[in-house]
């Protein structure tokens, strides 16, 4: 039997409307769960909904209906999206299943049995919308420390816990398992909340409160708090989901991703529930930070909330997992703008990855008659060889250790996946295969090129699968191959020239349109794909060269077409003042400008430094393309460019005089 892999979600409370957290955590759990089945490991992925608690009550009755009924019209809007994100979930949990009931009873009457839960008064502050007591020293001015709402004193009689018995046990676990919970700052945290004394753990709800819920085995006039009913979710899953019972199977899982506010939930209620059940500890529990968008907070009342659904209906369910996973540190807050959702699209999707295709794609149909050649070993070169070992490592050393579950770097991951994509658009820049098409000596060199332009997108479609599952398929059916990526693919490494002989490529569809930022409906915000497939319909970045199709090779052709005065118009020249200066380290060329748009402020990188120095450009009034896709130029990101004269050497910076206020268009 092949090793076994099982990784979760948090099951997601029915009553939200799902948002971008819930489709972070699912998209993050689906790259494992699809990398690790390609090595052929038995993977179960679960996800699910909490559909018990007072808020579901109260919705229900609100609605007039029963609280089963208000879940049933719920859960298949995270369904919906979940086939939306092409998520390939193994199961699918609803804690209002009868099988997760019996369970769930079966567990706490274990307990019970062991005189692990026990009946005592409780007195405390207690928060209705957390649905949680808190304790004097938590509330403040009578106000929960979690959400703020008022806090009400209630006294009630409750079945705990023996929490506090198993912290010394669960200090140890975590001071052993350098693993247990990732990252490390996260570890430290809860290592900090288990210096002060763990306290019993209220394990109930009187039905006279909350009804809905699952019956305590042992008294029937409480329910189960909510938390140790949810928690459950991750045992009982496995009785009955898969095709037969597979506890023993898939316990403990690999690694349950978590956000980090429920973080000690996790680590802490958890890992004792699970210690006083005698179970092993979940082998990592990752918890991973929050979005805002644009800087700020998400909530309804900003109206700020990202509905995943709309962003795949409008840029392709592949764009926007790459986006999420690339844009920020796996573990760490993150933000999100459409601005620099757009920019990665066009940047590293379509003037990357698209582009590397289609031009190879492009070359071999015209060159070899859309069969891919074998190399001639005689007119192999260094670049050639950098190529292979830089692809050949990616797949086999560096995916595979960024992607440890005690690691989990998404972001190193993509990062390195473009590196290849980069080297292999720089491969095709320096190889020429357009110039080396010209003379019939060079047969044997051109084979050879195009053989490792297309074996180098051969590897990248098994790197690109986990995160872009629509997009792997996409590139093999362009590149002639047969791959179903649901398989082992990975079990056994791939190897340099293994594909299939005499592949015969198929121009397709670009795989990324780019997006148009240059057009606004009148509404102000709505940026189009546009017609053009994969040639750049809006000005390229300053730091990527367009690459150019091998129609337009070399690049440099085509200065003289003319342009419409609607091309003109796409371009948003505007006056900026430069308000801060300085070199950036290592480059002679590089300038990092702050420039004051008027409304915004900017940061932009220019290539105007053996001409001028910092102090020469502070407080100038220079002119600015303002609707440029931002780009990065030695890692320092630039969201513009500055008008300069000189064709190769900049001699002039176009300046303006102080009369025209920062803002204003120039046309
Ligand atoms: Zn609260």
Redesign the pocket.
């Known amino acids: 039997m092949s090793e076994s892999f099982y990784v979760t979600t948090p099951i997601y409370y029915v009553n939200d409307v799902p948002h971008i957290g819930h489709a972070y955590t699912t998209i993050a759990a689906d790259v494992l769960a699809r990398w690790h089945r390609l090595h052929g490991r038995d993977v179960f992925f679960l996800t699910g909904l909490d559909e018990h608690g007072q808020k579901v009550q109260r919705a229900a009755a609100r609605a007039g209906i029963a609280p089963r009924e208000h879940c049933d019209t719920l859960a298949p809007k995270f369904r919906a999206l979940w086939k939306q994100l092409a998520i390939a979930n193994d199961g699918f949990i609803r804690t209002t299943d009868a099988r997760h009931h019996a369970v769930v009873k079966r567990l706490l009457q274990t307990l019970y049995d062991r005189q692990l839960i026990y009946r005592a008064d409780y007195t405390g502050w207690y928060?209705t919308?957390?649905e949680r007591f808190w304790t004097e020293k938590d509330v403040q001015e009578g106000r929960?420390p979690?959400?703020g709402?008022p806090v009400e004193q209630l006294s009630e009689h409750n079945y705990f816990f023996r929490m506090s018995r198993f912290q010394q046990q669960l200090r140890d676990h975590i001071a052993g398992h350098p693993a247990f919970i990732r990252p490390e700052s996260r570890r430290n945290e809860v290592m900090g909340f288990l210096q002060k004394p763990l306290e019993d753990l209220s394990i109930s709800r009187p039905k006279s409160r909350v009804s809905w819920g699952i019956e305590l085995p042992f008294d029937h006039d409480y329910v189960t708090y909510v938390w140790f009913d949810a928690l459950a979710n991750y045992l009982s899953g496995l009785e009955y989901l898969p095709a037969r019972p597979s506890v023993d199977r898939f316990w403990p899982a690999a690694v349950h991703l978590v956000g980090k506010d429920i973080l000690t939930t996790h680590a802490v209620y958890w890992a004792t529930i699970l210690m006083a059940l005698e179970l092993p500890l979940p082998r990592t529990i990752f918890a991973h930070g929050w979005w805002t968008v644009n800087g700020e907070k998400m909530s309804k009342s900003r109206g700020n909330v990202i509905d995943p659904s709309a962003m795949v209906a409008q840029f392709g369910e592949d764009a926007f997992r790459y986006f999420l996973l690339r844009e920020v540190p796996f573990g760490q807050d993150g933000d999100f703008s459409r601005e620099s959702f757009v920019g990665r699209i066009n940047g590293d999707l379509a003037n990357g990855l698209g582009n590397l295709l289609s031009r190879t794609v492009t070359l071999i149909g015209r060159c070899r008659n859309g069969v891919v050649p074998r190399a001639d070993s005689a007119s192999v070169t260094a670049l050639d060889t950098e190529l292979r070992d830089a692809a050949t490592s990616l797949l086999h050393t560096t995916m595979p250790r960024h992607l440890q579950t005690d690691r989990i770097k998404y972001h190193r991951t993509l990062e390195a996946i473009w590196g290849l994509v980069q080297l292999g658009n720089q491969y095709i820049d320096k190889t020429a295969p357009w110039v080396l098409a010209k003379d019939a000596a060079n047969v044997k060199r051109l084979d050879t090129v195009l053989f490792h332009a297309a074996e180098t997108l051969r590897f990248l479609c098994f790197a690109v699968a986990p995160f872009m599952p629509n997009t792997a398929p996409a590139m093999a059916r362009q590149l002639g191959l047969s791959l179903d990526f649901s398989q082992a693919l990975l079990q056994h490494p791939i190897a340099w020239g293994d594909g299939p002989p005499a592949a015969t490529v198929a121009k397709g569809d670009s795989l990324f349109p780019r997006i148009n930022v240059a057009t606004r409906s009148p509404h102000g915000d709505s940026m189009e794909p546009s017609a053009a497939s994969s040639q750049p319909a809006s000005p390229a970045p300053a730091s990527s060269k367009p690459g150019g199709d091998a129609s337009s090779a070399p690049a440099s052709g085509g200065n003289d077409r003319r342009i419409t005065i609607g091309d003109f118009q796409k371009v948003r020249l505007k006056v900026a003042k430069i308000i801060a200066a300085e070199r950036i380290p290592k480059s002679e060329k590089l300038l990092k400008l702050q420039v004051d748009l008027g409304d915004e402020h900017r940061q932009i990188v220019a290539g105007i430094g053996k001409q001028y120095g910092p102090e020469d450009v502070l407080g100038k009034t220079v002119v600015v393309v303002a609707n440029l896709t931002p780009a990065k130029l030695m890692g320092v990101e630039s969201q513009g460019m500055v008008l300069a004269a000189g064709a190769d050497d900049v001699i002039s910076l176009v300046t303006l005089s102080d009369d025209a206020p920062p803002g204003t268009t120039v046309k």
Request: aromatic share 14%; hydrophobic share 15%.
């Open positions: 928060c919308f957390d929960c979690d959400c709402r």
